[in-house]
């Protein structure tokens, strides 16, 4: 099975940029459907982008499209989140997950992921 670990997150000012990282082992990033989600403190664990195997159109939340960015690097193994006109409500944990097979309508749900990465903390200073 696949793991995925990410990194790239810190205290970034508002306005700022930073990448996140998931690299993966175990298995072939363009084989999974990849998504990366958020969780604020109190709240929900929301969509932020998604992307389906063997396919490189990103999916976007409302909240961040035009801002964020995501990609694949097959030869490397990652998948990059690109955020860039950083806001306050930016601020969350962000995970990285993993599914073998999601129709484009399941890629938003974060149940229909099998595997997860630990999360790395964006924090988005005012």
């Known amino acids: 099975q696949v793991q995925l670990v990410e990194s790239g997150g810190g205290l970034v000012p508002a306005g700022g940029s930073v990448r996140l990282s998931c690299v993966a082992s175990?298995?072939?990033?363009?084989?999974?459907?990849m998504g990366w989600f958020r969780q604020a403190p109190g709240s929900e664990r929301e969509f932020v982008a998604a992307?389906?195997?063997?396919?490189?159109?990103?999916y976007y939340a409302n909240s961040v499209k035009g801002r964020f960015t995501m990609s694949r690097d097959t030869a490397k193994n990652t998948v990059y989140l690109q955020m860039t006109s950083l806001k306050v409500e930016d601020t969350a944990v962000y995970y990285c997950?993993?599914?073998?097979?999601?129709?484009?309508?399941?890629?938003?749900?974060?149940?229909?992921?099998?595997?997860w990465g630990q999360g790395t903390q964006v924090t988005v200073s005012s």
């Open positions: 175990g298995g072939a990033v363009n084989t999974y459907s």
């Open positions: 997950a993993a599914d073998r097979q999601l129709i484009t309508s399941s890629l938003g749900l974060s149940s229909e992921y099998d595997y």
């Open positions: 992307m389906k195997r063997f396919n490189s159109n990103p």
